[in-house]
């Protein structure tokens, strides 16, 4: 116990005297002290070039010091620790803020105090490794005076989520809050904030009286209502057809709710477009059938609705499927010893009961159309959406990060209202009748009426989907599609060419780089969304500590957090001290991480639930640490779980693209940004290929690991849905 | 290798464990001698489960002073102290086998592995089970699942030896078995053991000394003879052994004879069994079921008139269901051969043994 502190203390100093303290990357050398290593360090740096300001850190480091050489048990040990880590951390944060690359960051201050001699740079290693010191001996200090049970394991690694969640979620929707309100001369004014928030272009109602497009809020409200209400019909039908009749190919309805997983969230725009673009399929067969001319109808509205609801049907199928098992056939069973008809029955308990769930699954389609980015650009033409709005203001020729953020500032909004109506109706209006006790009823067969419209609804829209993932895998080995439909490799060789050169094999295809970074991206933030997702799961399964509450919530926010405004608030407080990693990877990584890491919660929490909590504490009574605990009995019992969260972190992390294109850089591209940018350019060729060698990819990756971990299939379905069911937007 | 004994005495000192607002255990003190088997009786929620596991340091408790073998473990975690538990689920590690079960908390402890391993063979050897290390948990039975939880708690030699509940998830036959082995062991190797229950009959057979708890406090302690022969206030009376409690009044003490009117008859009671404390007054008549005798002849000397409302034939007895003066009572009576029919009006006379006086 007392060893960890005293091993805090040192990397603390360590971090201060010996590290560099800002970070070397290119824009700050102007204002980096010469020389690196010991040159470097905050130590030296306060002392010889006049960075006063981080001397102040001496105080809590020699308080470490000075709770290290007490004597073991003294009633200060514990309290210097905490207030001298507390003090530290809060010094390294104020005075990081306050002071940036051209010295006082906001006027007032150099008023109050005079103006600096110099700025400084962005955090580096050393500034990292004195503020995690910092942070454990705050925790150990807590720990120290009884809080979570005297367990230093468990306060740090409350502390450590907590920090990283501010650090990664919190900082930077405040940064878009702020600088909303940005008054253009770096002030913070509430009269800018309320002039971008009601600008005329995002709620003007002209659509309605004359022959004008809306305001871009109306958009995407009208686009995400009919998403959400096709979806979740279409849901419906599917779960009726899978769980209430006896259809034969459920395993191919199951295929469906595969597909989403594995597909970037664009392609079906893609696909769209090989059959209804201007030499699309069926424009072409159209045409010549009955001589209808080529027009660019789908480029709009009726295009992003149609692939929308394409993308997202699965999703509604999954939450659906769990709504219509859920409900105890035992009480239609009871209905019918009570005289209703089948109709009847299915009127007067069979809906009532799966009304919730409906209502839930209408949120979600609502949720993933406000956030879904890919198809509205791609599709989207004249028809704005908010999600697309962000991105211009950004990266177009406006580029205006106010607007953006004001744009961004309403979308969370709209995302969090759904987001919360959705929690409440899962909390408090599940009728799911599922219990311990066995049901052995079998459902009653549906009423022909509802029969036939779920087979007329969900059959065509299966075929359909296939036909499109067909086009897609399809399209790629054609010369140009609609045009020239002649077979071809060509943009297989475009896009993964091999050659031999001098020096060996030279990866040719223009698409390597971007797939090698991919790939390095997802497998590096796989494990880490794991481990960071079955860390605060333990915590919110395992441990009881004040505050448990309002930690879940902060932990499942990002949840609610779309995609765009991820992206736009990690450009806006990642791009300067005192933190600052644009245009690396590991922006890309921690974007990633950090989007991905609720899902990873979600199933560790239902996977940990299931082990019983009296086998930690048999543990802990047999001697074993926390940290013991976990390595020895909770983690070889989560290996199902751990191997689900890997796979869909990596899956996901592949093919995400609402956030990270805000943060691709030329060095590291991903596919996803890659192939959007393809598209924009028209090469569809290209796109198509690339985006169906990811499919395959993706497809052969998660067959491979069912394969693996096939035999332990111990709550992986559930874990599986659940992941699906409350995937980040 | 042999499993030696460390045995320690455990002591509370007006420990008190809140959650928010409810209080679970409410300033209690006691102490447990070496050697001992104490059991925690109450029923449920009356704090003692949350009182094990402050010994344990599954809980940390709110105030007040836990020693343990004279230490200070206040706030020591239950990995740092050297108490195990034997827990009501068992709680064996679905994924080892049993000897890696038994093993676990010496491998964690930095054992040797070959070491653990003769350990814990010794372990399983002294419960009984020897020959079954390579087994999982999931192929032995409930009764066998218990033993091995047994085993994994002894091998490391614990101070204090913690039993929840043990014996809830086994039925009636082995529940007596395994009860009498528990103590055997005990009683062998000389440990201290803190065992919760809620069924007073199986606190009566195992128990050195017994703390009953109520609603957070602690209602009484004493010997399992203690309890049932002079219970301190009409919940102990009533929580062991049961009792009929009537309305009565204490009228004098004196000659090692306490006179109790009930009714209009005065009883004399042993006055040794009556708290020194207690005033004259009104106070409870705790009887026990089987202390009321049922007599044919109607009023005579101090028997009180009883109508039988209900008679239950159990096989080994009789369970009557009474209407009197004094209120319903309930009485058992070993004599089966002759029952006495519901509907009939008898006299219930009191035997000496079986009447307490408690406070009102």
């Known amino acids: 116990m007392r060893h960890s502190s005293a091993l805090w203390v040192v990397l603390g100093w360590v971090g201060f005297a010996l590290l560099p303290w800002f970070s070397s990357a290119a824009t700050q050398l102007s204002v980096n002290p010469p020389g690196a290593g010991l040159a470097g360090s905050a130590l030296i740096d306060g002392l010889a070039n006049g960075r006063w300001w981080l001397l102040p850190l001496l105080a809590p480091l020699v308080a470490g010091v000075g709770a290290v050489a007490l004597p073991r048990h003294h009633s200060l040990h514990p309290w210097l620790l905490l207030v001298g880590g507390a003090a530290g951390l809060l010094w390294t944060v104020v005075q990081g803020f306050a002071i940036g690359l051209n010295g006082w960051n906001w006027p007032g201050l150099a008023a109050l105090f005079g103006p600096l001699p110099q700025g400084q740079g962005a955090f580096g290693l050393g500034a990292a490794l004195t503020m995690t010191a910092f942070l454990f001996q705050t925790t150990g200090g807590f720990a120290g005076l009884g809080c979570m049970k005297g367990d230093r394991f468990t306060a740090g690694a409350i502390g450590l989520v907590l920090l990283s969640i501010a650090l990664f979620v919190f900082l930077p929707v405040g940064f878009v809050l702020s600088s909303a309100g940005d008054s253009g001369a770096g002030g913070f004014s509430p009269l800018a904030l309320w002039t971008r928030l009601t600008a005329p272009d995002i709620w003007r109602l002209n659509c309605l009286y004359e022959n004008r497009s809306c305001g871009v809020v109306w958009n995407s409200v009208f686009l995400a209502t009919m998403t959400g209400l096709l979806t979740t019909l279409l849901g419906l039908a599917f779960a009726l057809v899978a769980v209430r009749t006896g259809f034969r190919a459920k395993g191919l309805l199951r295929m469906l709710t595969v597909l989403p997983i594995i597909t970037p969230p664009f392609v079906i725009s893609l696909a769209v477009i090989l059959l209804f673009g201007r030499t699309g399929t069926v424009t072409l067969a159209l045409a010549d059938w009955f001589g209808i001319p080529p027009s660019r109808w789908i480029y709009g509205l009726p295009g992003v609705l149609l692939t929308q609801t394409l993308a997202f049907t699965p999703i509604a199928f999954l939450v659906m499927i769990g709504v219509v098992q859920g409900i105890g056939p035992s009480l239609e069973e009871a209905a019918q010893t009570l005289r209703a008809s089948l109709w009847v029955t299915f009127r007067t308990v069979t809906w009532p009961m799966m009304r919730p769930g409906v209502a839930n699954a209408f949120l979600i389609g609502f949720i993933e159309s406000l956030a879904d980015f890919g198809n509205p650009l791609i599709l989207g033409g004249n028809y704005d959406v908010l999600s697309t709005k962000i991105y211009f203001a950004v990266v177009g020729a406006q580029n205006d990060p106010g607007r953006a953020a004001a744009l961004g500032i309403i979308l969370l909004g709209l995302c969090l209202g759904a987001f919360w109506l959705q929690r409440r109706w899962l909390g408090t209006k599940s009728y799911a009748t599922v219990s311990g006790k066995g049901d052995n009823g079998v459902p009653p067969a549906l009423p022909t009426g509802v029969r036939v419209a779920a087979f007329a609804t969900a059959l065509p829209w299966a075929v359909f989907t296939f036909i499109l993932y067909g086009m897609v895998l399809f399209g790629g080995f054609t010369e140009n599609w609609g045009r020239n439909n002649s077979l071809t490799l060509r943009h297989y060789r475009n896009a993964f060419d091999l050659t031999w050169g001098e020096h060996g094999l030279i990866w040719a295809g223009r698409a390597w780089d971007s797939l090698f970074t991919t790939i390095q991206v997802a497998g590096l933030s796989a494990p880490l969304t794991a481990a960071v997702g079955l860390m605060t799961a333990y915590l919110l399964v395992r441990q009881r500590f004040a505050g448990q509450s309002a930690f879940e919530f902060f932990t499942m926010l990002s949840f609610a957090i779309p995609g765009t405004v991820i992206g736009v608030s990690y450009i806006l407080a990642f791009n300067q001290p005192p933190v600052e990693l644009t245009g690396t990877m590991a922006i890309l990584i921690l974007c990633i991480v950090f989007r991905n890491m609720p899902v990873s919660i979600r199933a560790g929490v239902a996977a940990m639930s299931q082990i019983d909590r009296s086998l930690d504490e048999s543990s802990l009574t047999l001697g074993a640490g926390n940290l013991q605990t976990i390595r020895r009995v909770i983690l070889p019992l989560l290996r199902p779980a751990i191997v689900a969260s890997l796979v869909y972190s990596f899956v996901r992390a592949i093919t995400s693209i609402s956030a990270v294109i805000f943060l691709v850089s030329p060095e590291h591209e991903l596919a996803t940004a890659y192939i959007v940018g393809r598209v924009e350019q028209g090469d569809f060729g290209l796109a198509i290929a690339y985006s169906s060698a990811l499919i395959v990819l993706m497809g052969a990756v998660i067959a491979l690991i069912q394969l693996v971990v096939g035999e332990r299939r111990i709550g992986r379905r559930t874990t599986d849905r659940l992941a699906l069911q409350e995937k980040p937007v | ?360």
């Open chain 2, 1 to 360: 290798m042999s499993i030696a004994t460390n045995a320690s005495g455990v002591e509370f000192r007006n420990v008190t464990r809140r959650y928010g607002q409810a209080v679970a255990v409410n300033d209690v003190s006691f102490s447990i001698r070496a050697g001992d088997l104490v059991t925690l009786l109450g029923p449920s929620g009356c704090g003692k489960t949350t009182t094990l596991r402050m010994i344990a340091g599954l809980e940390m408790a709110s105030s007040g002073t836990i020693l343990i073998g004279g230490k200070d473990v206040t706030r020591l975690p239950a990995t740092d102290r050297n108490v195990t538990m034997v827990f009501q689920s068992y709680a064996l590690f679905p994924h080892m086998t049993v000897a890696e079960n038994v093993a676990y908390g010496l491998v964690v402890g930095g054992m040797r592995k070959t070491d653990a391993a003769e350990k814990a063979a010794a372990g399983l050897d002294l419960v009984g089970l020897s020959g079954y290390g390579q087994r999982l948990p999931s192929e032995l039975s409930g009764g066998q699942q218990q033993r091995v939880a047994v085993a994994r708690a002894l091998v490391l030699e614990p101070e204090v030896l913690l039993f929840d509940e043990p014996l809830s998830n086994l039925d009636a036959k082995l529940r007596r078995k395994m009860r009498d082995d528990i103590r055997d062991l005990q009683q062998t190797l000389g440990l201290t053991s803190v065992y919760v229950t809620h069924d007073q009959e199986e606190a009566l057979a195992v128990s050195d000394r017994i703390i009953v708890m109520n609603r957070s406090v602690i209602a009484q302690i004493g010997s399992p003879t203690d309890l049932y022969r002079r219970p301190r206030d009409r919940f102990v009376a009533d929580f062991i052994g049961g009792a009929n409690l009537i309305e009565a009044e204490l009228i004098g003490r004196g000659d090692g004879v306490a006179a109790v009117r009930v009714g209009h008859a005065v009883l004399p009671v042993p006055d040794a069994d009556v708290a020194a404390d207690l005033p004259l007054g009104g106070v409870l008549l705790a009887v026990r079921p089987n202390a009321i005798r049922l007599r044919a002849e109607v009023g005579t000397g101090n028997g009180v008139p009883v109508t039988v409302r209900k008679a239950t034939y159990l096989g080994s007895h009789m369970e009557y269901g009474l209407t009197s003066a004094l209120g319903d009572l309930f009485a058992i009576d070993t004599n089966v051969v002759n029952p006495v029919p519901a509907g009939t009006t008898v006299t219930a006379r009191f035997a000496d043994d079986g009447v307490m006086v408690v406070p009102r």
